[in-house]
């Protein structure tokens, strides 16, 4: 073979390899953009609560183009949400084998499985997804949160504590009150296991976090008088009416209780007289010092003292129902009919007495932990 007809023949297989590239290089352009195209329309269906249809794109994206990892991750976190957390899971895990993966895809894919293993009640996976996610990135804000809410929904109070304790970044108060909330639970855990002495040890160790606390009064109160111990759980309720007078219906329902237990019910004419004299808008202790007076048969001392409590919170249902008695018991019927009438109207309304000032969660019951939101110690009186 001369050289000439050679040369010819490298020259024509370089062509021929060289046609090969460009049509496969268009081929991959055209490929890549149709599967860009499914996958935004997969998205406008996710946006418009489409998710079957949504699906049916996003699974046609991946069939284009194997390496479309989110598409992988949205078809997964859409199973999730139909209840299929463990296809979720499988979809999402797969991913993790693919050794191309950027640390920011690695962080998406273990974003979705924590929620997978959430949704699935596999906490320990999930709690692993995250330190994955922390391996990529240390101080991933994400997957410590996260992390504090699994730790949340198994009940794993301690840890839940430790983490919040390391948090460095919260406020001083919003800190304290978690943590004082943490102890609680774990003082309630105690009781389950009939271990008082423990339980009023997280107890005290809450009320020491925060005042704010009321929940640890409560329950260190009751905790006293389960194990008949009622001049100490006085001592608490006394403790919670004097550091924090914001809710003392709470307090003063035991205290009548525990006061009746030591044969001292009397005195608690004086613990409402005492609130009152540094603490006169606490409506409870006007109620409850009206209702003494009415006893004692003093019926006018008892109007003046819900007149006053009236002028601290107007609707109060429970006062101006003791004033229509009290005013029948004086005769004055067309003042008591008055207030009646002006109750009647009032009572249609929602009376749910207490707020979540985060998510506006509403109940007629005090709550620490609000269930909707899982915010904690944010329940105010609805005004």
């Given at each position: 073979m001369d050289q000439t007809l050679f040369l010819l023949i490298i020259i024509g297989i370089l062509a021929i390899v060289l046609i090969i590239i460009l049509w496969l290089f268009r081929k991959g352009k055209t490929v890549t953009g149709e599967a860009r195209t499914e996958?935004?329309?997969g998205l406008n269906f996710l946006l418009a609560d489409e998710k079957d249809k949504a699906l049916e794109k996003l699974?046609?994206?991946?069939r284009m183009d194997t390496e479309f990892i989110d598409a992988y991750i949205k078809i997964g976190d859409i199973l999730r949400s139909q209840g299929a957390a463990d296809?979720?899971?499988?979809?999402?895990?797969?991913?993790?084998?693919?050794?191309?993966?950027?640390?920011?895809?690695?962080?998406?894919?273990?974003k979705a499985l924590a929620k997978d293993y959430q949704a699935a009640k596999k906490f320990p996976q999930a709690l692993q997804a995250c330190d994955h996610i922390l391996d990529v990135e240390r101080g991933n804000a994400w997957a410590k949160d996260f992390q504090l809410a699994i730790f949340e929904e198994m009940g794993d109070w301690q840890s839940a504590y430790n983490v919040v304790r390391k948090n460095s970044k919260l406020p001083k108060d919003e800190k304290n009150i978690r943590l004082a909330c943490y102890k609680v639970e774990q003082g309630r855990q105690s009781v389950a296991l009939n271990q008082e002495h423990d339980a009023r040890v997280h107890y005290r160790e809450a009320i020491k976090l925060s005042p704010d606390c009321v929940q640890g009064f409560l329950e260190l109160a009751d905790s006293y008088m389960r194990d008949k111990r009622p001049s100490d759980a006085l001592d608490a309720l006394k403790n919670l009416i004097q550091k924090n007078p914001n809710f003392p219906e709470l307090a003063f329902a035991r205290l009548k209780h525990v006061l009746f237990d030591l044969g001292q019910f009397g005195e608690i004419e004086e613990v409402y007289r005492d609130l009152l004299k540094s603490n006169p808008q606490v409506v409870e202790a006007q109620l409850g010092l009206a209702e003494i007076?009415?006893?004692?048969?003093?019926i006018r001392h008892a109007v003046d003292v819900c007149n006053k409590a009236l002028s601290y919170d107007p609707d109060r249902v429970d006062v101006k129902l003791m004033l229509v008695r009290l005013q029948s018991k004086l005769g004055r019927d067309e003042r008591a009919a008055d207030i009646a009438s002006e109750l009647a109207g009032q009572l249609l309304k929602d009376r749910n007495r207490y707020i979540c000032n985060v998510c506006n969660y509403t109940n007629q019951d005090y709550f620490w932990h609000c269930p909707q939101c899982n915010s904690w110690n944010t329940a105010k009186r609805r005004v």
């Amino acid at each position: 073979m001369d050289q000439t007809l050679f040369l010819l023949i490298i020259i024509g297989i370089l062509a021929i390899v060289l046609i090969i590239i460009l049509w496969l290089f268009r081929k991959g352009k055209t490929v890549t953009g149709e599967a860009r195209t499914e996958y935004i329309a997969g998205l406008n269906f996710l946006l418009a609560d489409e998710k079957d249809k949504a699906l049916e794109k996003l699974r046609s994206t991946v069939r284009m183009d194997t390496e479309f990892i989110d598409a992988y991750i949205k078809i997964g976190d859409i199973l999730r949400s139909q209840g299929a957390a463990d296809g979720a899971i499988k979809i999402h895990r797969d991913l993790l084998v693919r050794p191309n993966l950027s640390d920011n895809q690695r962080i998406a894919v273990n974003k979705a499985l924590a929620k997978d293993y959430q949704a699935a009640k596999k906490f320990p996976q999930a709690l692993q997804a995250c330190d994955h996610i922390l391996d990529v990135e240390r101080g991933n804000a994400w997957a410590k949160d996260f992390q504090l809410a699994i730790f949340e929904e198994m009940g794993d109070w301690q840890s839940a504590y430790n983490v919040v304790r390391k948090n460095s970044k919260l406020p001083k108060d919003e800190k304290n009150i978690r943590l004082a909330c943490y102890k609680v639970e774990q003082g309630r855990q105690s009781v389950a296991l009939n271990q008082e002495h423990d339980a009023r040890v997280h107890y005290r160790e809450a009320i020491k976090l925060s005042p704010d606390c009321v929940q640890g009064f409560l329950e260190l109160a009751d905790s006293y008088m389960r194990d008949k111990r009622p001049s100490d759980a006085l001592d608490a309720l006394k403790n919670l009416i004097q550091k924090n007078p914001n809710f003392p219906e709470l307090a003063f329902a035991r205290l009548k209780h525990v006061l009746f237990d030591l044969g001292q019910f009397g005195e608690i004419e004086e613990v409402y007289r005492d609130l009152l004299k540094s603490n006169p808008q606490v409506v409870e202790a006007q109620l409850g010092l009206a209702e003494i007076y009415e006893k004692k048969g003093e019926i006018r001392h008892a109007v003046d003292v819900c007149n006053k409590a009236l002028s601290y919170d107007p609707d109060r249902v429970d006062v101006k129902l003791m004033l229509v008695r009290l005013q029948s018991k004086l005769g004055r019927d067309e003042r008591a009919a008055d207030i009646a009438s002006e109750l009647a109207g009032q009572l249609l309304k929602d009376r749910n007495r207490y707020i979540c000032n985060v998510c506006n969660y509403t109940n007629q019951d005090y709550f620490w932990h609000c269930p909707q939101c899982n915010s904690w110690n944010t329940a105010k009186r609805r005004v």
